[in-house]
């Protein structure tokens, strides 16, 4: 097999696995506080690391970084996995599914926009057209579609859904900046973040439950694929292929597929104002890509 091909498929393997990720949140919470969804969703994505770290054959390397760069695997792990995830579940807590991965969406844009103040980057007319349709989209998901009214359905949803994208933006201006292993960078997080998350829940004292559930089986598989061996995909794919534009695109496809598995597999129905403002979303973001 060709790289190119190779490209291809390990990036639709991990668009396919990232379509199901808000179903894997939803019923997990369900059934599931989600700070032990987090807990065990971290644990799961720790060791599943390390070992292909084993693997790989990579130890060395791993003692270097940490020994050489801690001080940024603190500051990444605080801001990704800790904070981005914790913010994450409130909203996914909150919100439907189907509208807490629209709105998650928007990170790409306001990667753009941190990018002004933090990079030095400017903003072209696109980027603000651009963002005013996404962000129309989030109106219509928080008003389901009577935007007349701006009576927000939930308004505390909307914002922890909103500042999600905010974190994610700042992780990846800062991961950006340096050249690493990128299957030792995210352990090296979510041993930092596996550490933030269980001082959180001593200082809390938040109850942790001793029976296994399908949560636990929901939190196995978030930790494998959505926190872990799908950015490793991912990342192959951007080594393999010749100009990342030609799989970036089918990022695209990732919200389109959630909602049918948000819909048969979650029982989640889809609102009408969900189509329409996820259009909106994806339009926006592929004007600011292709005018890019």
């Known amino acids: 097999m060709k790289a190119s091909q190779k490209s291809y498929l390990y990036a639709l393997t991990a668009v396919l696995i990232w379509s199901t990720v808000a179903t894997a949140f939803t019923i997990s919470l369900r059934v599931m506080d989600k700070i032990e969804l987090l807990l065990w969703s971290f644990i799961v994505s720790f060791f599943a690391l390390g070992f292909m770290i084993l693997l790989t054959h990579r130890v060395q390397a791993a003692k270097q970084y ?3 760069h801690w001080r940024r695997a603190l500051l990444l792990g605080t801001v990704n996995p800790f904070i981005y995830y914790l913010i994450l579940f ?8 189907q509208e807490a991965q629209a709105i998650n969406y928007t990170w790409a844009l306001m990667l753009a926009y941190l990018s002004v103040p933090l990079l030095g980057h400017k903003l072209s007319r696109w980027d603000i057209v651009a963002g005013i349709i996404c962000y129309l989209g989030v109106v219509v998901i928080a008003t389901h579609g009577d935007i007349t009214s701006l009576d927000l359905t939930d308004s505390w949803g909307i914002g922890m859904a909103l500042l999600s994208t905010v974190f994610w933006a700042l992780y990846w201006i800062m991961v950006t900046r ?15 973040g596996l550490l933030w998350l269980v001082g959180y829940i001593l200082y809390f004292d938040i109850p942790l439950s001793t029976s296994m559930t399908t949560g636990h089986l929901g ?3 978030i930790g494998l694929f959505e926190m872990g ?21 089918l990022i695209f496809l990732s919200p389109i597929l959630s909602l049918f598995f948000i819909y048969f597999i979650a029982k989640e129905p889809i609102l009408p104002s969900t189509i329409i403002a996820l259009g909106l979303i994806l339009s926006g973001l592929a004007l600011q890509q292709y005018k890019r």
């Open 229 to 249: 061996i799908t950015f490793v995909l991912w990342g192959r794919a951007m080594i393999l292929v010749e100009n990342t534009s030609h799989i970036s695109n």
């Open 178 to 192: 340096y050249d690493e292993d990128t299957i030792i960078v995210l352990f090296s997080n979510f041993g930092v």
């Open 90 to 97: 409130y909203a996914y807590e909150l919100l439907p599914a």
């Open 219 to 221: 939190a196995i598989y």
């Open 66 to 68: 940490l020994s050489k």
